[in-house]
């Protein structure tokens, strides 16, 4: 069983940067894809990024952080982080990690086996 614990969240202007963190249980964190997912009230779960654990760390982005939002690991802390620069009014939401065992990098939250339970980002404009 692989426990994730959240940490990184709170309350931000529009333009700001915050950067979240995802502890992992486990002996294996480095061949788990981390996934980074939200959800706004009212609004289904949605992608945000991932990084895979192979081919160096493949990382990958929804078009509405591209460019702003960075997935970065260190396998050694077993921590995944989400590093959120120009945050906009419309990043609000909880923001959750998940993993995907051996997982390929997937943009879908049915392909995630394991949640946190959430951070909540609130940015003001």
């Known amino acids: 069983q692989v426990q994730l614990v959240e940490s990184g969240g709170g309350l931000v202007q529009a333009g700001g940067s915050l950067r979240l963190s995802c502890a992992a249980s486990?002996?294996?964190?480095?061949?788990?894809?981390m996934g980074w997912f939200r959800q706004a009230p009212g609004k289904e779960r949605e992608f945000v990024a991932a990084?895979?654990?192979?081919?160096?760390?493949?990382?990958y982005y929804a078009d509405s952080v591209k460019g702003r939002f960075t997935s970065s690991r260190d396998n050694a802390r077993n921590t995944a982080y989400l590093q959120m620069n120009s945050l906009k009014p419309e990043d609000t939401a909880v923001y959750y990690c998940?993993?995907?065992?051996w997982g390929l990098g997937s943009r879908s939250a049915s392909a995630y086996d394991y949640w946190g339970q959430g951070t909540q980002v609130t940015v003001s404009s």
């Open positions: 486990g002996r294996t964190f480095s061949t788990y894809t």
């Open positions: 998940a993993a995907d065992p």
């Open positions: 990084i895979s654990w192979r081919n160096g760390g493949s990382t």
